[in-house]
Each structure stands twice: as C-alpha cells, then as structure tokens.
C-alpha cells in the first residue's frame, strides 16, 4: 500500500543581497528624520516658558488622550472613575476605585503610545489621514472647552 504523494520541498526564497532586513529603505529614513525633529520641536515648545502657551490645545490634546487611556482600562478591569483632571501646565490625574491597578497605571502610556503611532502610520493612506485629521481637529477642540477657565 503506497503512501500519500509528497510534494517536491519548496525551495526559500534567497535574500536579495541589495536589500536588508534590517536597514530601513531610503523612505523610512526620511519618516525617521520627520519623527526625530518633530519630537524635538515638541519637546523645546513644550518647555520654553513662552512659547508653550500656544501649544496648550496640543498639550491638553495629548494630556486628555493619556488619562482616557486610563479611563479606558479601568472600566474594562472593573474599576470606578472617582476623579479626572487635566491641567496645561501640570499634567492630568485620574483617580480610580477597583480595577487592576498595573494594567490601569501601564495603559496611560502604553495607549499614548500605539495612538501616537496610529497618527504616523496615517500619514501613509490619505484616507486615513483625513480621518485621522477629523480626530486631531475634534481632539484639540474638547479639551479646550472643558478647561477654558484654566488658560
């Protein structure tokens, strides 16, 4: 009695020796470049004492993201919302009751993180930057409405 047929193996595709796997192609450079300077103009206006006052719906934009991320966990872990405050200048707290607190004091940056990544693979599909943009818009305009006696 025969056996199943077996198929020739397939042979694997050999590594094109222009091409690395690790180095990013002269595309990803330039995004690279964008991401390094833009991190570093936020950081110069985000703490030149004049200056950051105009980016404040910017701050206040990623200040409010970072504590929904918190918000966000605790409620899916169980936990109650007592107390949310965003601030400008100091930053935002959110103050829980339950839930698991290494998931909910991880989320805040975890979150900020992969939302932040989100915008700059955006930037990628012109659709999703314009929902992206429709998101940016609508964020920079809540927070400004909610801590309008604050400014």
């Not at 707290?93 to 998931?103: C, D, L, N, Q, S």
């Amino acid at each position: 009695m025969a056996g199943p047929p077996i198929a020739a193996p397939i042979p694997s595709p050999s590594p094109s020796p222009s091409v690395s796997p690790v180095l990013p192609d002269s595309e990803q450079v330039v995004v690279i470049y964008v991401i390094l300077a833009m991190a570093v103009i936020i950081f110069g206006f985000w703490n030149v004492p004049v200056v950051r006052n105009l980016i404040n719906p910017l701050k206040l934009f990623t200040i409010a993201l970072h504590e929904f991320c918190h918000i966000f966990a605790a409620v899916i872990s169980g936990g109650r919302i007592l107390r949310i405050t965003i601030d400008p200048h100091i930053g935002g707290a959110t103050i829980v009751e339950g839930g698991r607190p290494t998931f909910i004091l991880a989320s805040g940056y975890l979150g900020s993180t992969l939302l932040g990544g989100l915008f700059v693979l955006a930037g990628y599909s012109s659709l999703v930057a314009k929902v992206m943009s429709f998101v940016l818009g609508i964020g920079l305009i809540m927070p400004l409405a909610l801590v309008r006696d604050k400014l």
